[in-house]
């Protein structure tokens, strides 16, 4: 359910913070759906049970990116989903040199909180009263001192900001992903009328770069822990490739464009590795794979190998124990003469689907289980059966 004003002033009140506090440990899943509610609805009227309901299982899925707050924070469920990770949060946050940020489009107010968290005076604009309304009781449960106002971002701007932070929403009104950055909500195009030393935009980390290429400056695509979660967009740096950045809880890594030397492409030799996510979206495989000494098994395709581990945080390692070019027959005699029974299918640039591969081979009972990358080396398909144990 969506909330309303009403809803926000019951939830804060205090009959809903103490039915809130209730019902907080109640097994909120959707089976449990009519039960909850015909309890609630003995002290609650409908609404109010709704929203209390719907305002509990917010609250546990917000517990990822709200760690410390979740269970005093409001949500929506739009606004939760297009909330930052907090370890972009504050990574952001750390680089932002301005003192003065204005956030546009600021949602339930995470990304304002962060910012303010890092002693930055913000001020927060949505077009929606409800989401401003959210993003105050979220300042409060904080106790941040960040400022909010409903506002219309196509209209001027507030004056006196040095930093403007722009996070348009990437969904249409029936939740579908918006794949155009002139289709967001609102365009990217306007912030060509903006004026400010820094201006940041957040955008979805599978955005075009084609698109960008007329604004300028420098994406950067982050990870957290191997998991590909934003890109950002810094319009004030200079004209730039893209960047990849690691997060991880010993701080930010960051790997640039280099002079790209020629890669040896050769057959799979001792060890697999599979880039972060962050890399391949920068197109920065090349440039990893100098780092590391590696060589690629095909130029279209992001996976490394090496004949030597080397520690590294951008990515995992597979070890190799065979490959051979893909023959169905092949494969299935070589896995049961090795008493394999259990596969786990990874696929890139090879057609048929994992679970496809699986029901073909038609593997009999055994003990061993492997890795199946299956992929192009040289540009024919080639299976490269690995560990069942990744590393990195």
């Not at 001792?270 to 590391?292: C, I, K, M, N, Y």
């Not at 395709?301 to 490959?323: F, N, Q």
């Amino acid at each position: 359910m969506a909330l309303s004003l009403d809803d926000i002033a019951f939830l804060r009140s205090e009959r809903g913070l103490q039915a809130l506090a209730a019902y907080a440990e109640c097994d909120t899943s959707e089976r449990n759906t009519l039960p909850l509610l015909t309890a609630m609805r003995k002290s609650l009227a409908p609404a109010e049970a709704s929203a209390t309901l719907a305002t509990l299982r917010l609250r546990k899925r917000a517990a990822a990116k709200f760690p410390r707050f979740a269970s005093d924070m409001l949500f929506t469920a739009a606004g939760l989903e297009q909330a930052s990770h907090p370890m972009t949060r504050r990574y952001r946050a750390g680089l932002i040199e301005s003192d003065s940020v204005l956030d546009i489009c600021c949602g339930i107010g995470g990304d304002s909180l962060a910012l303010a968290a890092a002693g930055k005076q913000v001020l927060g604009l949505d077009i929606d009263p409800v989401r401003i309304a959210i993003a105050r009781h979220n300042a409060d449960a904080m106790r941040l001192g960040a400022t909010f106002r409903a506002a219309n971002a196509a209209r001027p701007l507030p004056q006196g900001f040095d930093c403007i932070f722009f996070d348009p929403g990437r969904r249409d009104a029936q939740g579908r992903r918006i794949r155009h950055v002139e289709r967001y909500l609102p365009p990217l195009s306007l912030i060509r009328g903006w004026q400010a030393a820094e201006i940041i935009v957040k955008l979805s980390p599978a955005v075009d770069l084609r698109q960008l290429a007329p604004y300028g400056g420098q994406v950067e695509f982050i990870s957290a822990k191997g998991q590909l979660i934003e890109a950002v967009h810094w319009l004030h740096r200079p004209p730039a490739p893209p960047r990849a950045t690691l997060l991880t809880d010993d701080g930010a890594r960051h790997l640039d464009r280099g002079s790209r030397p020629d890669i040896a492409i050769t057959a799979p030799r001792a060890w697999l590795f599979e880039p972060d996510p962050a890399v391949l979206r920068a197109g920065l495989v090349q440039d990893l794979a100098h780092e590391l000494d590696a060589a690629m098994i095909d130029e279209t395709i992001a996976y490394l190998t090496m004949d030597t581990r080397v520690e590294t945080p951008w990515g995992r390692y597979w070890k190799i124990l065979d490959w051979m070019p893909f023959q169905l027959k092949r494969l299935r005699r070589y896995l049961i003469e090795r008493g394999v029974g259990r596969v786990t299918v990874k696929k890139r640039g090879f057609a048929m689907a994992p679970e496809e591969l699986v029901a073909r081979l038609r593997l009999r009972a055994g003990d061993e289980a492997r890795v199946l990358v299956m992929t192009r080396c040289r540009g024919k398909p080639v299976a490269i059966v690995c560990a069942p144990t990744q590393f990195g």
